[in-house]
């Protein structure tokens, strides 16, 4: 039999209240609720935020990416957060609504669309590739990443040849499975980090996360069973 708890006098089976927390948090501190209203994806702090999965953003939310030189392969409202890094920032888009900065260029050639990156002389700390092509994208941004630096492959389980791609290059992949702002269903952004990738995230406490005191065990073993 299911164990029941009571809550404001009504009394509740005890999974029925655990999924009715996950959904408030979901819908209050992940910025869920906000973000279905307004269509635009933002954060807990009503921040504007790319469209990765929320534990992508939460990871990549807490490097500090100052005066990092980032490409996007697709502009949009992930321009606003990479801005918001105080980046060096660069891209291409198809669609002139969505040239959101100086340094977006308008490519609506899509034979052209993936060797624009080549345009700028320089190589880069991030390229995303989150634009209507993908899988071209994938030879000219293995070049112009820095050994220290990281693609981004967004929606990688729906562009499984393009991930298979970068798969074959010498990255380090960390795929980060979730859901994402406005979209119903689990996906996947991908990051391929570099070998000589260092960047460290300042803190691990996700969205809806709570700040706890530090437990008794993390620290050397003796001292944490009492012995001197």
């Known amino acids: 039999m299911s164990k029941t708890v009571e809550s404001g006098g009504v009394h509740l089976p005890i999974e029925e209240m655990q999924l009715a927390f996950l959904i408030h948090k979901l819908r209050n501190e992940f910025g869920y609720m906000e973000s279905s209203k307004t269509n635009i994806p933002k954060d807990n702090n009503n921040e504007i935020m790319p469209l990765y999965t929320y534990p992508c953003y939460e990871w990549i939310n807490s490097i500090d990416w100052s005066g990092a030189d980032v490409f996007e392969y697709g502009s949009g409202y992930s321009s606003y957060f990479w801005k918001r890094k105080e980046v060096n920032l660069y ?118 996360g709570t700040f706890r005191k530090q437990h008794n065990t993390d620290k050397p073993f003796k001292k944490s069973i009492g012995e001197k």
């Open 91 to 208: 891209g291409v888009d198809d669609n002139d609504e969505w040239i959101t900065h100086e340094n977006v260029i308008l490519e609506k050639n899509l034979e052209k669309y993936p060797n624009i990156i080549n345009k700028i002389n320089k190589k880069f700390d991030v390229i995303i590739i989150d634009g209507v092509v993908r899988y071209d994208c994938v030879s000219f941004a293995v070049n112009k990443i820095k050994s220290s630096g990281m693609i981004i492959l967004d929606n990688s389980d729906w562009h499984k040849s393009t991930k298979e791609l970068l798969d074959k290059e010498n990255f380090i992949p960390i795929h980060f499975h979730g859901f994402k702002p406005i979209h119903v269903d689990s996906e996947t952004t991908s990051c391929y980090l570099g070998k000589d990738f260092n960047r460290k995230a300042k803190s691990i406490i996700p969205m809806g």
